[in-house]
Protein backbone atom coordinates (compact mmCIF):
# COMPACT_ATOMS: atom_id res chain seq x y z
CA UNK A 1 0.00 0.00 0.00
CA UNK A 2 1.19 3.73 -0.75
CA UNK A 3 -0.30 6.97 -0.02
CA UNK A 4 1.16 8.61 -2.56
CA UNK A 5 -0.74 10.72 -4.91
CA UNK A 6 -0.78 10.26 -8.66
CA UNK A 7 1.46 13.66 -9.45
CA UNK A 8 -0.05 15.69 -13.00
CA UNK A 9 2.60 14.00 -15.02
CA UNK A 10 1.02 10.98 -13.76
CA UNK A 11 -1.98 11.46 -14.86
CA UNK A 12 -1.45 13.05 -18.48
CA UNK A 13 0.69 9.46 -18.86
CA UNK A 14 -2.54 7.65 -17.56
CA UNK A 15 -4.53 9.83 -20.14
CA UNK A 16 -2.76 9.79 -22.97
CA UNK A 17 -2.59 5.97 -22.84
CA UNK A 18 -6.44 5.61 -21.83
CA UNK A 19 -6.82 8.06 -25.23
CA UNK A 20 -4.87 5.96 -27.73
CA UNK A 21 -7.82 2.75 -27.47
CA UNK A 22 -9.81 1.74 -30.65
CA UNK A 23 -13.32 3.84 -31.04
CA UNK A 24 -15.78 3.12 -33.29
CA UNK A 25 -15.15 5.46 -35.71
CA UNK A 26 -11.99 7.01 -33.33
CA UNK A 27 -15.14 8.87 -31.45
CA UNK A 28 -13.11 8.76 -28.68
CA UNK A 29 -16.20 8.64 -26.46
CA UNK A 30 -13.98 9.07 -23.04
CA UNK A 31 -12.98 11.17 -20.72
CA UNK A 32 -10.58 10.92 -17.36
CA UNK A 33 -10.63 12.45 -13.86
CA UNK A 34 -8.54 12.13 -10.94
CA UNK A 35 -10.76 10.68 -7.89
CA UNK A 36 -11.00 13.34 -5.19
CA UNK A 37 -8.71 11.54 -2.81
CA UNK A 38 -6.02 11.59 -5.40
CA UNK A 39 -5.33 8.29 -5.88
CA UNK A 40 -7.70 7.12 -8.90
CA UNK A 41 -9.16 8.03 -11.88
CA UNK A 42 -12.43 7.70 -12.88
CA UNK A 43 -13.17 7.06 -16.45
CA UNK A 44 -16.54 8.96 -17.78
CA UNK A 45 -19.01 7.46 -20.87
CA UNK A 46 -18.94 11.10 -22.80
CA UNK A 47 -22.10 10.42 -25.03
CA UNK A 48 -22.01 13.70 -26.58
CA UNK A 49 -19.23 11.37 -28.85
CA UNK A 50 -21.90 8.51 -29.51
CA UNK A 51 -22.88 7.29 -33.05
CA UNK A 52 -26.75 7.14 -32.30
CA UNK A 53 -27.59 5.22 -35.49
CA UNK A 54 -25.10 2.68 -35.95
CA UNK A 55 -24.81 2.08 -32.04
CA UNK A 56 -28.31 2.92 -31.02
CA UNK A 57 -27.85 0.95 -27.47
CA UNK A 58 -24.40 2.06 -26.28
CA UNK A 59 -22.89 -0.94 -26.66
CA UNK A 60 -20.02 0.19 -28.74
CA UNK A 61 -19.53 3.16 -26.48
CA UNK A 62 -19.07 0.94 -23.74
CA UNK A 63 -16.89 -1.36 -25.50
CA UNK A 64 -14.40 1.84 -26.64
CA UNK A 65 -14.36 2.83 -23.26
CA UNK A 66 -13.65 -0.35 -21.66
CA UNK A 67 -10.58 -0.36 -23.87
CA UNK A 68 -9.38 2.68 -22.91
CA UNK A 69 -10.01 1.59 -19.31
CA UNK A 70 -7.65 -1.65 -20.28
CA UNK A 71 -5.03 1.13 -21.40
CA UNK A 72 -5.34 2.90 -18.17
CA UNK A 73 -4.36 -0.34 -16.45
CA UNK A 74 -1.41 -1.01 -18.58
CA UNK A 75 0.12 2.18 -18.12
CA UNK A 76 -0.65 2.05 -14.35
CA UNK A 77 1.13 -1.01 -14.19
CA UNK A 78 4.00 0.87 -15.92
CA UNK A 79 4.24 3.10 -13.32
CA UNK A 80 4.73 0.53 -10.53
CA UNK A 81 0.91 0.24 -9.62
CA UNK A 82 -1.89 -2.22 -9.51
CA UNK A 83 -5.08 -0.87 -10.41
CA UNK A 84 -8.56 -2.58 -8.60
CA UNK A 85 -11.12 -1.50 -11.23
CA UNK A 86 -14.22 -1.00 -10.35
CA UNK A 87 -16.99 -1.09 -13.38
CA UNK A 88 -20.18 0.95 -13.09
CA UNK A 89 -19.99 1.94 -9.26
CA UNK A 90 -23.41 3.22 -7.50
CA UNK A 91 -23.15 7.02 -6.13
CA UNK A 92 -22.53 9.73 -8.08
CA UNK A 93 -25.32 10.78 -11.01
CA UNK A 94 -23.92 10.46 -13.28
CA UNK A 95 -21.88 7.92 -12.27
CA UNK A 96 -18.19 6.94 -14.22
CA UNK A 97 -18.22 3.91 -16.27
CA UNK A 98 -15.10 2.72 -14.12
CA UNK A 99 -13.25 3.73 -11.22
CA UNK A 100 -9.28 2.55 -10.77
CA UNK A 101 -8.03 2.82 -7.54
CA UNK A 102 -4.39 3.17 -8.25
CA UNK A 103 -2.91 3.09 -4.45
CA UNK A 104 -1.68 0.01 -4.18
CA UNK A 105 2.34 -0.50 -5.25
CA UNK A 106 3.15 -3.48 -7.14
CA UNK A 107 4.96 -4.77 -9.95
CA UNK A 108 2.24 -6.95 -12.63
CA UNK A 109 2.78 -8.09 -15.98
CA UNK A 110 0.49 -5.98 -17.35
CA UNK A 111 3.60 -3.70 -17.33
CA UNK A 112 4.99 -5.94 -20.22
CA UNK A 113 1.95 -4.78 -23.16
CA UNK A 114 2.90 -1.22 -22.47
CA UNK A 115 4.67 -0.28 -25.45
CA UNK A 116 2.03 -2.14 -27.84
CA UNK A 117 -0.14 0.87 -26.65
CA UNK A 118 1.38 2.90 -28.98
CA UNK A 119 2.16 0.93 -31.89
CA UNK A 120 -1.56 -0.76 -32.24
CA UNK A 121 -3.01 0.29 -34.87
CA UNK A 122 -6.58 -0.69 -37.09
CA UNK A 123 -4.89 -2.36 -40.56
CA UNK A 124 -7.64 -2.44 -42.90
CA UNK A 125 -5.35 -3.69 -45.06
CA UNK A 126 -4.40 -7.33 -47.04
CA UNK A 127 -3.09 -10.04 -45.01
CA UNK A 128 -0.20 -12.80 -46.42
CA UNK A 129 -1.82 -16.18 -46.47
CA UNK A 130 -0.39 -17.44 -43.42
CA UNK A 131 -1.80 -19.34 -40.40
CA UNK A 132 -1.39 -17.78 -37.16
CA UNK A 133 0.38 -19.95 -35.56
CA UNK A 134 -1.39 -22.31 -32.39
CA UNK A 135 0.86 -21.27 -29.49
CA UNK A 136 0.03 -17.51 -30.33
CA UNK A 137 -3.86 -18.13 -30.71
CA UNK A 138 -3.34 -19.61 -27.13
CA UNK A 139 -2.00 -16.72 -25.58
CA UNK A 140 -4.90 -14.61 -27.47
CA UNK A 141 -6.78 -16.83 -26.17
CA UNK A 142 -5.74 -16.49 -22.33
CA UNK A 143 -6.03 -12.79 -22.66
CA UNK A 144 -9.44 -12.67 -23.27
CA UNK A 145 -10.18 -15.36 -20.48
CA UNK A 146 -8.07 -13.58 -18.12
CA UNK A 147 -10.96 -10.66 -18.59
CA UNK A 148 -13.95 -13.30 -18.52
CA UNK A 149 -14.55 -12.96 -21.93
CA UNK A 150 -14.37 -15.97 -24.61
CA UNK A 151 -12.15 -15.46 -27.45
CA UNK A 152 -13.01 -18.05 -30.18
CA UNK A 153 -10.95 -18.32 -33.28
CA UNK A 154 -13.13 -19.67 -35.81
CA UNK A 155 -12.23 -22.79 -38.08
CA UNK A 156 -13.44 -22.39 -42.09
CA UNK A 157 -17.01 -23.66 -41.95
CA UNK A 158 -17.77 -20.53 -38.97
CA UNK A 159 -15.00 -18.09 -39.96
CA UNK A 160 -17.14 -18.34 -43.64
CA UNK A 161 -20.50 -18.15 -41.73
CA UNK A 162 -19.25 -15.01 -39.82
CA UNK A 163 -18.12 -13.28 -42.99
CA UNK A 164 -21.28 -14.04 -44.94
CA UNK A 165 -23.19 -12.24 -41.94
CA UNK A 166 -20.95 -9.40 -41.88
CA UNK A 167 -21.67 -8.92 -45.64
CA UNK A 168 -25.26 -9.11 -45.10
CA UNK A 169 -25.12 -6.76 -42.84
CA UNK A 170 -22.59 -4.37 -44.82
CA UNK A 171 -25.64 -4.47 -47.49
CA UNK A 172 -28.42 -3.49 -45.20
CA UNK A 173 -25.94 -0.48 -44.04
CA UNK A 174 -25.26 0.61 -47.56
CA UNK A 175 -28.80 0.82 -48.27
CA UNK A 176 -29.32 3.10 -45.05
CA UNK A 177 -29.23 6.42 -46.55
CA UNK A 178 -29.28 8.05 -42.74
CA UNK A 179 -26.52 5.51 -41.49
CA UNK A 180 -24.61 6.19 -44.64
CA UNK A 181 -24.07 9.59 -42.91
CA UNK A 182 -23.53 9.53 -39.92
CA UNK A 183 -20.75 7.14 -40.96
CA UNK A 184 -19.32 9.95 -43.44
CA UNK A 185 -19.48 12.79 -40.36
CA UNK A 186 -16.80 10.69 -38.98
CA UNK A 187 -14.22 10.76 -41.86
CA UNK A 188 -12.09 13.04 -41.87
CA UNK A 189 -10.43 13.73 -45.62
CA UNK A 190 -8.83 17.10 -44.21
CA UNK A 191 -6.18 17.70 -42.09
CA UNK A 192 -5.29 18.11 -39.01
CA UNK A 193 -8.01 16.30 -36.87
CA UNK A 194 -8.75 15.20 -33.46
CA UNK A 195 -11.05 12.72 -33.64
CA UNK A 196 -12.63 10.46 -36.88
CA UNK A 197 -10.72 8.78 -39.76
CA UNK A 198 -8.65 9.98 -42.46
CA UNK A 199 -8.55 8.80 -45.57
CA UNK A 200 -5.10 7.32 -45.10
CA UNK A 201 -6.72 4.45 -42.86
CA UNK A 202 -9.38 2.81 -45.01
CA UNK A 203 -8.12 0.32 -46.94
CA UNK A 204 -8.94 -1.11 -50.36
CA UNK A 205 -12.20 -2.91 -51.25
CA UNK A 206 -11.86 -6.64 -51.15
CA UNK A 207 -11.31 -7.34 -55.29
CA UNK A 208 -12.97 -11.10 -54.78
CA UNK A 209 -15.40 -9.66 -52.14
CA UNK A 210 -14.17 -11.93 -49.29
CA UNK A 211 -13.81 -9.77 -46.91
CA UNK A 212 -16.69 -7.38 -46.46
CA UNK A 213 -14.84 -4.43 -45.27
CA UNK A 214 -16.75 -1.46 -43.92
CA UNK A 215 -17.80 1.13 -47.47
CA UNK A 216 -17.09 4.04 -45.02
CA UNK A 217 -17.16 6.28 -48.28
CA UNK A 218 -20.53 5.23 -49.46
CA UNK A 219 -21.75 2.41 -51.94
CA UNK A 220 -19.73 3.12 -54.51
CA UNK A 221 -17.43 4.25 -52.94
CA UNK A 222 -16.61 7.85 -53.35
CA UNK A 223 -13.83 8.86 -54.17
CA UNK A 224 -13.52 5.70 -55.96
CA UNK A 225 -11.67 3.08 -53.68
CA UNK A 226 -8.97 1.01 -55.58
CA UNK A 227 -9.90 -3.05 -55.30
CA UNK A 228 -6.91 -5.63 -53.97
CA UNK A 229 -6.74 -8.95 -53.21
CA UNK A 230 -7.22 -10.15 -49.82
CA UNK A 231 -6.27 -13.18 -48.06
CA UNK A 232 -7.84 -16.26 -49.15
CA UNK A 233 -9.49 -17.46 -46.30
CA UNK A 234 -9.43 -14.36 -43.48
CA UNK A 235 -8.60 -15.38 -39.98
CA UNK A 236 -11.90 -14.34 -37.98
CA UNK A 237 -12.35 -14.25 -34.48
CA UNK A 238 -15.01 -13.96 -32.03
CA UNK A 239 -15.29 -12.31 -28.53
CA UNK A 240 -18.29 -12.97 -26.59
CA UNK A 241 -19.51 -12.77 -22.93
CA UNK A 242 -21.87 -14.95 -20.46
CA UNK A 243 -24.28 -11.60 -20.31
CA UNK A 244 -25.15 -8.84 -22.49
CA UNK A 245 -25.46 -5.63 -19.58
CA UNK A 246 -23.34 -2.23 -19.94
CA UNK A 247 -20.89 -3.89 -17.71
CA UNK A 248 -20.31 -6.87 -20.14
CA UNK A 249 -19.43 -4.54 -23.11
CA UNK A 250 -16.90 -3.38 -20.45
CA UNK A 251 -15.34 -6.06 -20.25
CA UNK A 252 -15.57 -7.22 -23.56
CA UNK A 253 -13.88 -3.82 -24.74
CA UNK A 254 -10.69 -4.56 -21.85
CA UNK A 255 -10.48 -8.22 -23.32
CA UNK A 256 -10.23 -6.80 -27.37
CA UNK A 257 -7.82 -4.26 -26.39
CA UNK A 258 -5.55 -6.87 -24.31
CA UNK A 259 -5.93 -9.39 -27.12
CA UNK A 260 -5.25 -6.60 -29.61
CA UNK A 261 -2.02 -5.56 -27.60
CA UNK A 262 -1.08 -8.77 -27.26
CA UNK A 263 -1.28 -9.50 -30.74
CA UNK A 264 0.76 -6.37 -31.34
CA UNK A 265 3.92 -7.59 -29.55
CA UNK A 266 3.76 -10.83 -31.84
CA UNK A 267 3.92 -8.65 -35.05
CA UNK A 268 0.16 -9.72 -35.53
CA UNK A 269 -2.15 -6.81 -37.27
CA UNK A 270 -6.12 -6.59 -36.58
CA UNK A 271 -9.32 -4.93 -37.92
CA UNK A 272 -12.65 -4.59 -36.67
CA UNK A 273 -15.48 -6.42 -38.91
CA UNK A 274 -18.30 -4.89 -36.69
CA UNK A 275 -20.91 -4.48 -39.18
CA UNK A 276 -22.83 -7.49 -38.23
CA UNK A 277 -23.06 -6.11 -34.27
CA UNK A 278 -24.64 -3.48 -35.64
CA UNK A 279 -28.00 -5.26 -36.25
CA UNK A 280 -30.09 -7.12 -33.89
CA UNK A 281 -30.70 -10.46 -35.76
CA UNK A 282 -27.28 -10.56 -37.63
CA UNK A 283 -26.01 -9.77 -34.27
CA UNK A 284 -27.73 -12.90 -32.91
CA UNK A 285 -26.64 -15.14 -35.56
CA UNK A 286 -23.53 -14.84 -35.25
CA UNK A 287 -23.59 -16.57 -32.40
CA UNK A 288 -22.07 -20.48 -32.92
CA UNK A 289 -24.71 -22.80 -31.60
CA UNK A 290 -22.11 -25.43 -30.52
CA UNK A 291 -20.53 -23.31 -28.00
CA UNK A 292 -23.70 -22.30 -25.92
CA UNK A 293 -25.07 -19.79 -24.08
CA UNK A 294 -23.06 -15.67 -24.45
CA UNK A 295 -23.40 -12.91 -27.12
CA UNK A 296 -20.71 -12.27 -29.76
CA UNK A 297 -19.61 -8.78 -28.78
CA UNK A 298 -16.86 -8.26 -31.55
CA UNK A 299 -15.35 -9.79 -34.57
CA UNK A 300 -11.73 -9.24 -35.13
CA UNK A 301 -9.97 -9.90 -38.17
CA UNK A 302 -6.27 -10.76 -37.96
CA UNK A 303 -2.85 -11.73 -39.95
CA UNK A 304 0.16 -10.78 -40.71
CA UNK A 305 0.70 -7.86 -43.46
CA UNK A 306 1.49 -3.71 -43.28
CA UNK A 307 -0.08 -1.98 -40.42
CA UNK A 308 -2.59 0.55 -40.57
CA UNK A 309 -2.18 4.32 -41.02
CA UNK A 310 -1.86 6.31 -37.43
CA UNK A 311 -5.70 8.12 -36.98
CA UNK A 312 -5.60 11.64 -34.70
CA UNK A 313 -6.62 11.61 -31.19
CA UNK A 314 -8.10 14.27 -29.17
CA UNK A 315 -5.38 16.19 -26.58
CA UNK A 316 -5.03 15.39 -23.26
CA UNK A 317 -5.73 18.75 -21.99
CA UNK A 318 -9.57 18.09 -23.54
CA UNK A 319 -9.50 14.15 -22.26
CA UNK A 320 -8.40 14.92 -18.63
CA UNK A 321 -10.93 17.19 -16.46
CA UNK A 322 -9.85 18.51 -13.17
CA UNK A 323 -10.97 17.10 -9.62
CA UNK A 324 -13.58 19.19 -8.70
CA UNK A 325 -13.34 20.94 -5.55
CA UNK A 326 -14.98 19.94 -2.40
CA UNK A 327 -14.16 16.55 -2.74
CA UNK A 328 -17.14 15.46 -4.32
CA UNK A 329 -15.56 13.50 -7.32
CA UNK A 330 -16.49 9.76 -7.13
CA UNK A 331 -14.38 7.82 -4.71
CA UNK A 332 -12.68 5.09 -6.00
CA UNK A 333 -14.92 2.58 -4.26
CA UNK A 334 -18.02 4.49 -5.80
CA UNK A 335 -19.00 6.32 -3.06
CA UNK A 336 -18.62 9.78 -4.21
CA UNK A 337 -21.44 12.21 -4.97
CA UNK A 338 -22.13 14.28 -8.23
CA UNK A 339 -20.11 15.61 -10.39
CA UNK A 340 -20.77 17.66 -13.80
CA UNK A 341 -18.48 15.23 -15.92
CA UNK A 342 -20.46 14.12 -19.06
CA UNK A 343 -24.37 12.84 -18.74
CA UNK A 344 -23.06 8.68 -18.90
CA UNK A 345 -26.59 7.58 -20.50
CA UNK A 346 -27.37 4.32 -22.32
CA UNK A 347 -29.15 0.99 -20.68
CA UNK A 348 -27.77 0.09 -17.26
C1 LIG B 1 -16.58 -0.97 -31.13
C2 LIG B 1 -15.70 -0.74 -32.34
C3 LIG B 1 -16.20 -0.97 -33.62
C4 LIG B 1 -15.39 -0.79 -34.75
N1 LIG B 1 -15.87 -1.09 -35.98
C5 LIG B 1 -15.06 -1.04 -37.06
C6 LIG B 1 -15.51 -1.50 -38.35
O1 LIG B 1 -16.62 -2.00 -38.51
N2 LIG B 1 -14.66 -1.40 -39.40
C7 LIG B 1 -13.38 -0.90 -39.24
O2 LIG B 1 -12.64 -0.84 -40.22
N3 LIG B 1 -12.92 -0.47 -38.03
C8 LIG B 1 -13.73 -0.55 -36.94
N4 LIG B 1 -13.26 -0.18 -35.71
C9 LIG B 1 -11.89 0.35 -35.58
C10 LIG B 1 -11.92 1.88 -35.41
O3 LIG B 1 -12.33 2.50 -36.60
C11 LIG B 1 -10.50 2.33 -35.00
O4 LIG B 1 -10.20 1.78 -33.75
C12 LIG B 1 -10.38 3.84 -34.91
O5 LIG B 1 -10.57 4.43 -36.16
C13 LIG B 1 -9.01 4.25 -34.37
O6 LIG B 1 -8.00 3.72 -35.20
P1 LIG B 1 -6.87 2.76 -34.64
O7 LIG B 1 -7.54 1.45 -34.25
O8 LIG B 1 -5.91 2.57 -35.78
O9 LIG B 1 -6.24 3.40 -33.45
C14 LIG B 1 -14.06 -0.36 -34.57
C15 LIG B 1 -13.55 -0.14 -33.28
C16 LIG B 1 -14.35 -0.34 -32.17
C17 LIG B 1 -13.78 -0.15 -30.79
Known sequence: MTNASLNPADLRYLAAAGGAAPSLHNSQPWSFRPTS???GIAVYADTTRAVPLTDPDGRA?????GAAVFNLRVAAAQLGRDPLVTLLPHGPDPAPAAVLDLSRRAHTHD???YPAIALRRSSRLPFANRD???RIVGELMAA?????VVLAVLEEADARRVLNLTAEAERRTAADLARQAETREWLRPEEPATDGIPYQALGPQDHDARVPVR???GHP???PTPTQRFEALPQVATLTT????PEDWLRAGQAMERVWLTATLHGLRMSVLHQAVEWPDTRASLRDPHTGPGYVQMVLRMGYGPPGAATPRRAVEETLQPTETGGDTPAADGSGARTDAPVVSGPR
Not at 61 to 65: A, D, E, P, Q, R
Not at 144 to 148: G, I, L, N, R, V
Open 132 to 134: VPE
Open 37 to 39: DGR
Open 61 to 65: LYISV
Open 215 to 217: GFT
Open 221 to 223: PTP
Open 144 to 148: ADAED
Open 242 to 245: RFDR
Open 111 to 113: ADL
